[in-house]
C-alpha cells in the first residue's frame, strides 16, 4: 500500500525560509560569529539551500523536490543553531558569499548524506 506523505509541514518550513531570507540584511541583526558544530549546521544548510535553487534553476529537480530540500534546511537551522532567525539569515549570507556555487555543488557531492546524519531534522 503507498504510504501518504503531508507536505504540509515542508512547505511552512520552506515559507519559513522565504520570511527569513526576506528580512531586512544584516545590518539590523546583532552580529554573531558561528563556530565549532554550530558552523557546520550552517555550512550544511548552506550547501542544501544553494543546491536546490541552482538544481531547480537547471531544470534537473521540479518544485517538490527544491521544497523539500529548503524545508530541510529550515530544520537544520531550527534545531541546530542559535539564535535570532536574522542571526542565522545573516550568517547563511556570509556562508553563501564564502564560497562559489561550483564548490558548493561539489560539497553537496560530498557532505550532504552526513550532512543529514549529523544534523537530523526528525
Known amino acids: 500500500m503507498p504510504r501518504s506523505i503531508s507536505l504540509i509541514p515542508v512547505t511552512l518550513s520552506?515559507?519559513?525560509?522565504?520570511a527569513v531570507l526576506a528580512l531586512p540584511g544584516a545590518a539590523t541583526a546583532a552580529q554573531r560569529v558561528y563556530e565549532g558544530r554550530e558552523a557546520a549546521a550552517l555550512r550544511c544548510a548552506n550547501t542544501l539551500a544553494l543546491t536546490a535553487v541552482a538544481l531547480s534553476a537547471a531544470e534537473m529537480i521540479g518544485e517538490g523536490e527544491k521544497s523539500v530540500m529548503l524545508g530541510i534546511t529550515?530544520?537544520?537551522?531550527?534545531r541546530h543553531v542559535e539564535g535570532t532567525w536574522a542571526q542565522k539569515r545573516a550568517a547563511m549570507?556570509?556562508?553563501r558569499d564564502r564560497r562559489s556555487v561550483p564548490d558548493t555543488l561539489e560539497?553537496?557531492?560530498?557532505i550532504a548524506e552526513?550532512?543529514?546524519?549529523?544534523?537530523?531534522i526528525n
Request: hydrophobic share 50%; glycine share 0%; proline share 4%.
Open 114 to 120: 552526513r550532512c543529514l546524519v549529523q544534523f537530523p
Open 107 to 110: 560539497d553537496y557531492r560530498r
Open 93 to 95: 549570507e556570509v556562508m
Open 14 to 18: 520552506v515559507l519559513s525560509l522565504a
Open 74 to 78: 529550515v530544520r537544520i537551522l531550527d
